[in-house]
């Protein structure tokens, strides 16, 4: 699928994963442009007075954040990683890779991703260095049938598949990999619409039909200011961490997917696993001491509900601070989708609470801006214009938000992005308007 940024960056985005399994959402985009467009020109929030107050209670009350889902498929309690390398991959690259395999899965930044989805430290075998080259154009289905005939054929370069085994296939650069299908539909290509993702495929019945989880990692051009093997390793971390916490999304997901109230989330963000609920945070792909190498921070449901910041490891040092809106009403996308928003005919304006926390004095007030999702990603037109009473404040204060619906959206809802701004740190929170 391919995820849009919502920094205001042009850049390939560094990562996806392939939701085969997510209950039919295949194809369904939210807040697209449909028609003309009407005037749009800003409104005034009315004065609403009680804004609150500033509260040392941290975090102040705000609304329940989104939570990935357990579907009750496996996890992969004890991983094992097998990375895989074809024999024309760059030497130097290729011993990076290898290292950061050999390494990841003892780190601290694995356990605080990891442990509360019932996940030990993941261990590494030896490095499959295949005498066969990888060239041109490869689709999953190829793939998939190639690592299946490996196995069914008990080749000897390659580990045999265990419990907890992911095999992590590596790709040099120049190999363009194909997806068909997946949450937006269509074919994505590496690169360009993903720089990763995980997915399963099944053994023959001499194998006892075993399901086996695989990572696909191509090599992709450096972006957000990364080198090529910052991409990479970003990336990779991404879908380690979501191979193990929903090791088989085709068939039995585990945490596959967002709750149904913040199923919206999933729509912006292009996925509903832990790593893709973070891959679009401003400070999501960076360095810690332990490791010489680029990870993703990826979602925690412990943490998001406690108020602090829900990609983890958090920064250290950082006070986190959000707006979050308080959406009351159920609305329904496509016939198919029901959860929590806004409800707001076209030509009707409604205004609603924007409550502010931090799990921390954060010093001062910061600034707070709402946006229309697809004018902002630019999938669209707005359909919608916003008014704050304030654009400033702290923990426990409310702001007045005050939305009109101008003109009919695709599937009758549209997204909304809340931005919280202090000094050089954004965060952000999604909200749902239904017409």
């Not at 095999?167 to 690169?191: D, E, K, R």
């Not at 080198?227 to 979501?242: C, I, N, Q």
């Not at 149904?260 to 609920?277: K, P, T």
Request: aromatic share 8%.
């Amino acid at each position: 699928m391919r995820l849009r940024s919502i920094t205001g960056l042009a850049l390939p985005l560094l990562v996806a994963s392939m939701l085969g399994a997510c209950n039919g959402n295949s194809g369904v985009s939210v807040g697209q442009d449909a028609g003309d467009q009407p005037d749009l020109s800003p409104v005034s929030a009315p004065d609403l007075g009680d804004n609150g107050m500033v509260s040392n209670v941290y975090p102040a009350p705000h609304p329940d954040p989104p939570q990935v889902n357990d579907a009750l498929g496996p996890v992969l309690k004890n991983p094992v990683i097998v990375p895989v390398f074809f024999s024309n991959d760059d030497a130097t690259q290729k011993a990076s890779l290898e290292d950061f395999v050999s390494k990841v899965g003892a780190t601290a930044y694995w356990t605080a991703a990891t442990k509360e989805y019932g996940v030990n430290a993941a261990t590494a075998t030896a490095p499959v260095e295949l005498t066969e080259t990888a060239t041109g154009t490869l689709d999953d289905s190829a793939i998939q049938t190639w690592l299946a005939g490996k196995l069914n054929a008990n080749d000897p370069a390659f580990p045999a598949a265990t419990s907890g085994t992911v095999y992590a296939l590596h790709y040099p650069a120049g190999v363009t990999i194909t997806l068909q299908g997946g949450f937006m539909g269509g074919t994505q290509q590496s690169c360009s619409s993903f720089g990763g993702y995980h997915s399963n495929t099944s053994l023959d019945a001499n194998h006892g039909s075993v399901r086996v989880a695989y990572a696909v990692i191509p090599r992709c051009p450096g972006v957000r200011g990364l080198t090529m093997l910052e991409t990479t390793t970003g990336a990779e971390s991404h879908e380690l961490v979501e191979a193990a916490t929903d090791p088989f999304p085709q068939s039995v997901p585990a945490y596959g997917q967002v709750d149904d109230n913040h199923l919206y989330w999933m729509f912006a963000l292009g996925g509903g696993e832990v790593g893709d609920l973070c891959a679009q945070d401003p400070g999501a792909f960076t360095k810690f001491p332990e490791l010489p190498y680029v990870v993703q921070r990826t979602w925690s449901n412990a943490a998001a509900a406690a108020g602090h910041d829900p990609c983890v490891p958090a920064p250290a040092g950082q006070v986190y601070f959000n707006a979050v809106p308080e959406l009351n009403d159920t609305i329904t996308i496509g016939g198919m989708f029901t959860m929590l928003g806004v409800q707001i005919p076209v030509g009707q304006t409604k205004t609603i609470d924007l409550d502010l926390f931090s799990d921390g004095d954060t010093g001062g007030p910061w600034t707070v801006k709402a946006e229309d999702y697809a004018q902002l990603t630019g999938m669209g037109a707005s359909s919608f214009t916003f008014a704050l009473d304030r654009t400033t404040g702290q923990n426990g204060e409310k702001l007045h938000l005050t939305i009109t619906t101008n003109k009919a959206s695709a599937y009758n809802a549209g997204i909304f992005v809340v931005s919280s701004k202090l000094g050089t740190k954004t965060h952000y929170w999604f909200g749902l308007v239904g017409e």
